[in-house]
């Protein structure tokens, strides 16, 4: 089954119209390897992602977070968008909690910050919410927590990618932390 429609969210102002064939799960898959070329490569994975994050091999335990966003990095921004073709802020943060943790969230970063409860920023654990007031428009950018002060997002310049909290940038425009 197929949806067929627009999605406007609140990611960043950019008016472009997005009318796709999506799948009614809102990911297209791509083709998989065998189990035992994952296993195998999962050691790469978990070595990869945390000398991103700067941490040690052995907290890189989510198997499922971490192969999917390594299969959606670098996937490029498109307002709108929900597809490895192209997606947004709330696109990649719904598909990443719907495939990693079972749970549905609405579609824009503000009906997903409604939904979801505020924590301390300190009390920010893997899988958490980020969410950022940019441009001076409420809640208009959302990502996953990671570790180690680290999210994934898809950035409206540079698609899905890990960013730091603590950079001068996602500093000044950090609103809250939340949980669902």
């Not at 824009?108 to 939904?115: A, G, H």
């Not at 959302?142 to 997002?153: A, D, E, K, T, W």
């Amino acid at each position: 089954m197929f949806l067929c429609g627009a999605f406007f969210t609140s990611c960043k102002s950019h008016k472009k119209f997005v009318n796709r064939n999506v799948p009614a799960g809102g990911v297209e898959k791509t083709s998989s390897n065998s189990n035992r070329d994952k296993s195998a490569n999962y050691a790469d994975l978990s070595a990869k992602y945390a000398n991103m994050l700067d941490v040690p091999t052995s907290s890189i335990s989510n198997k499922a977070l971490y192969q999917f966003i390594d299969d959606w990095y670098g996937t490029p921004y498109q307002y709108g968008g929900q597809t490895l073709d192209g997606v947004d802020c709330s696109g990649f943060v719904g598909n990443l909690l719907r495939e990693v943790y079972n749970k549905n969230v609405p579609r824009t970063t503000t009906l997903i910050e409604e939904k979801a409860r505020p924590i301390p920023k300190s009390k920010l654990d893997e899988g958490n919410l980020v969410i950022f007031d940019i441009d001076g428009k409420k809640s208009s950018h959302i990502g996953v927590y990671l570790q180690n002060g680290h999210f994934v997002h898809a950035s409206s310049s540079k698609g899905v990618i890990i960013s730091d909290l603590s950079s001068e940038y996602y500093s000044k425009h950090f609103s809250k932390a939340a949980k669902l």
